[in-house]
């Protein structure tokens, strides 16, 4: 006994950044040397399937118990935080129209690959974010269906603010504390469920996937990266006037880093979190603004959406007129927020991008080679940019240690 607890002490007192750093180089030499031991890879499977699990339950009891004890106030914070998304989203899309403009990409016809549900607009996207506001209590929360966890966290919360005793608050607060402990818990264990990833990723992908898709890859992902490290730091710069590239790389290195590879906003909104309280947030802005965020701020899906449709229109001799592009910034900045809750979001929203500029559906089969590297990155994108509008938010109301801005490890 006392030499395992000796072991855990050692394993919690070297960081954990150094610890994934490792999992993740284990992972990529396990599948090198032994790419048949499938059973590495399910602890990236009970990783990411223990964030999923616990992030619905952590949204509600944290945004309820924030707001029965009269702490959090639904005020124009939160009205920033949208615009913000909204913001980051539409650059996004119109970042990625104007770098496949410049610099375009062909590639030979693939098999087409169509979506299940191919929605009619704009109109009936935006119907399904509505009917998830008021979708049921209990199934919002078992399907992750965070815009109708949001909406009924606020609502209990608020009722319980004006009914419940101080016994009952207390024990709301309490509860909310231990499911943050357990989260801690989970993302304690990340280097394992990093292993695991790495290693499925590895042993599934081969190599001709780059060498046909390799311009198309390098203009996605360099758009992405120009995103992340560009855009997103001058939005920083312009708002709070200081040096943003120490809350940047902080922000991929803990939180893009677990979202690249669990491939899910949803199962990384316990490591958003987690961010944000170490970077001294208001606890009462971020279990609102990053569960928000992981539904409705899509920076990596709209750059993917952008590049998708001007890259097919250039593979099947289709010219899109000026209008036509301003279309498309239009429909994958609206689409991104619509399409909440939505199974196959990616493939849907696409499917509604191309159908707004009249490409056929067909020409999803184009990109879908490549979706599961590029939702990889795009995933890394999305909650990176989730983070850093909450930060900028939380600067304005003076609930943000400065010292993150002068961090260099």
Not at 266 to 290: F, H, Q, R, T
Not at 312 to 337: C, E, K, N, R
Request: hydrophobic residues 55%.
């Amino acid at each position: 006994m006392k030499t395992l607890k000796a072991a855990v002490a050692k394993y919690n007192g070297i960081s954990l950044i150094l610890r994934i750093l490792v999992g993740l180089a284990v992972g990529v030499v396990l599948a090198l040397v032994a790419p048949g031991a499938g059973w590495v890879a399910e602890f990236g499977n009970l990783f990411v399937g223990a964030l999923k699990g616990i992030a619905p339950v952590l949204v509600f009891v944290i945004v309820a118990s924030a707001l029965a004890q009269g702490s959090s106030r639904l005020d124009r914070r939160f009205g920033t935080v949208i615009w913000l998304y909204m913001l980051t989203t539409f650059l996004a899309a119109a970042i990625a129209v104007m770098t496949s403009f410049l610099f375009p990409v062909t590639v030979v016809l693939a098999d087409a690959a169509q979506s299940d549900v191919v929605p009619q607009g704009l109109g009936e996207v935006l119907s399904t974010l509505l009917t998830n506001f008021v979708a049921n209590p209990v199934a919002a929360i078992m399907n992750g269906n965070y815009i109708g966890i949001l909406m009924w966290a606020c609502l209990f919360g608020l009722a319980m603010k004006r009914l419940g005793s101080d016994t009952t608050k207390n024990f709301m607060a309490n509860t909310a504390d231990a499911v943050s402990t357990i989260v801690r818990w989970i993302i304690n264990l990340a280097p394992f469920g990093i292993m695991g990833l790495v290693f499925a990723n590895v042993s599934d992908n081969g190599l001709s996937i780059f060498t046909q898709y390799g311009r198309l890859l390098l203009l996605l992902v360099g758009t992405m990266l120009l995103m992340a490290l560009v855009i997103n730091p001058l939005i920083i710069f312009i708002y709070l006037h200081r040096n943003p590239y120490p809350l940047v790389l902080r922000c991929l290195r803990e939180s893009g880093l677990t979202a690249f590879f669990t491939r899910s906003s949803a199962a990384n909104i316990p490591v958003n979190m987690s961010l944000c309280e170490k970077l001294g947030l208001d606890k009462d802005i971020y279990s609102v603004s990053i569960p928000l965020g992981a539904t409705i701020n899509m920076d990596g899906t709209s750059i993917m959406q952008g590049v998708a449709v001007v890259f097919a229109a250039q593979a099947f001799g289709i010219h899109l007129s000026p209008m036509d592009y301003v279309t498309v910034i239009g429909t994958a900045t609206l689409a991104s927020v619509g399409t909440a809750g939505v199974p196959s979001v990616g493939l849907v929203t696409l499917t509604m991008v191309f159908n707004s500029v009249g490409l056929p559906v067909e020409a999803i089969g184009l990109i879908m080679g490549i979706d599961r590297i590029l939702d990889m990155t795009r995933t890394a994108v999305n909650i990176t940019g989730d983070a850093v509008c909450t930060t900028i938010v939380a600067h304005q109301n003076g609930a943000l240690d400065k010292s993150v801005f002068n961090e260099t490890d």
